[in-house]
């Protein structure tokens, strides 16, 4: 197997409202597919495409949904059990007492 190589650019948005924004990209893969240095996540394709970042725009999107269904996987996982009573707490606060709730990413439902 070969050596990977991480590479690390600046990238600038061009933006004439805010002015430019930079940031910082790294690649493993010469350049197939790019993560932001700040926190490992994978470039969305239109964030790549606003930021210049040369992407292999099919394998960029595959990195990133897998990340992201990777991140909801365990986030149902950690979300299995009962809402503890802080939640309970703070969701009677908001909503009152005795509504159903739905958690959008696992479909379980409770009760306030």
């Not at 990977?4 to 004439?16: E, H």
């Amino acid at each position: 197997m070969g050596v990977q190589v991480m590479t690390t650019r600046i990238f600038t948005k061009v933006d004439p409202i805010r002015g430019n924004h930079e940031s910082e990209a790294y690649t493993e893969n010469g350049g197939r597919t790019w993560r932001w240095s700040s926190n490992d996540q994978f470039i969305s394709v239109d964030t790549c495409r606003n930021y210049g970042i040369p992407c292999d725009e099919a394998a960029q999107e595959a990195a990133r949904d897998a990340q992201v269904e990777a991140f909801v996987e365990e986030y149902r996982r950690n979300r299995a059990d009962e809402p503890d009573d802080e939640r309970r707490f703070e969701a009677r606060a908001a909503f009152g007492p005795g509504v159903e709730l739905v958690n959008v990413i696992t479909g379980r439902r409770w009760t306030t």
